[in-house]
């Protein structure tokens, strides 16, 4: 069973599609499904980029299923190995993830964005964590938000629940891309093939090295740096030395992975 969650391949791209009518909202079996599938892209070497959008044209994802709430599902549920939606605290998730936000993320929803690594935005998004309504605490976006923004900006929109659109998100620096209506997953697609297309050994690199240094000072990081087997791994390369000689004879490199 799917339980709401399509996938699709294309080459080493996989697409995640939370489609759950009305509002693509994740209950407790949703959310462990999504956890297997961000697993089984983590593991699998074919797989080099994720992306992860939402059905129709009005939303991306709400959050909680309120209604399975409704009927005995609890807060403190094990929502699975990386927590709601897959993306809270994923384990060891050295590949790249682009969220395509076609419409309204809050919520739990907005913690799935928070958990990618490119968020591609179409003009009619919008964003808010509105748990502080209810007397919940969004944890995930209490420890992640103000790492993305601003603090004060990050705790009054905690604190009040309040909406954000696109064209703040952008001001902020929460969205790299705003495209028009409908146009998100085109938009990421074109950014997974140049991703998927790029030096595997380095991308694992560099979410190792921003994972492991984000809270280090800046001596600290770079004493860090060489312990990391990513990065040795880029340092001793074929790739690296493919990459150099590429440059020299003013081709396009053939990375190997190795």
């Known amino acids: ?12 791209i996989l697409e995640i599609t939370i489609d759950r009518p009305k509002a693509n909202a994740i209950d407790l079996a949703a959310s462990r499904r999504l956890n297997d599938v961000v697993t089984s892209f983590r593991d699998d070497p074919r ?40 993306l809270n605290y994923p384990r060891n998730l050295d590949k790249p993830i682009i969220a395509a936000v076609n419409g ?3 919520g739990g929803g907005f913690e799935i964005v928070l958990g990618t ?7 009619h998004a919008k964003f808010a964590l509105p748990e502080i309504n209810v007397g919940v605490l969004a944890d995930a976006g209490t420890i992640k938000l103000p790492r993305r ?11 009040t629940g309040r909406w954000m659109d696109a064209a703040e998100a952008k001001h902020w620096g929460l969205a790299n891309h705003i495209v028009p209506q409908g146009q998100a997953l085109a938009k990421a697609r074109e950014i997974a093939r140049q991703l998927a297309d790029g030096p595997p050994l380095l991308f694992p690199a560099i979410k190792q090295l921003i ?7 800046e001596h600290e990081a770079f004493a860090l740096h060489d312990s990391l087997d990513a990065v040795q791994r880029v340092v001793r390369s074929e790739d690296l030395k493919e990459g150099t000689r590429a440059f020299a004879e003013k081709r396009k490199p053939v990375w190997s992975g190795r």
């Open 211 to 217: 994972r492991h240094t984000e809270v280090l000072a």
């Open 47 to 86: 797989l080099r980029v994720a992306i992860v959008t939402g059905a129709g044209e009005k939303f991306f994802c709400p959050g909680w299923d309120l209604k399975a709430a409704a009927g005995g599902e609890k807060s403190d549920e094990d929502w699975g190995v990386g927590g709601f939606g897959g």
């Open 117 to 123: 690594d490119i968020i591609v935005m179409e003009e």
């Open 149 to 159: 923004l601003p603090y004060h900006v990050a705790v009054e929109f905690l604190m």
């Open 104 to 106: 309204i993320a809050c």
């Open 1 to 12: 069973m799917s339980d709401g969650i399509k996938t699709h391949t294309n080459g080493a």
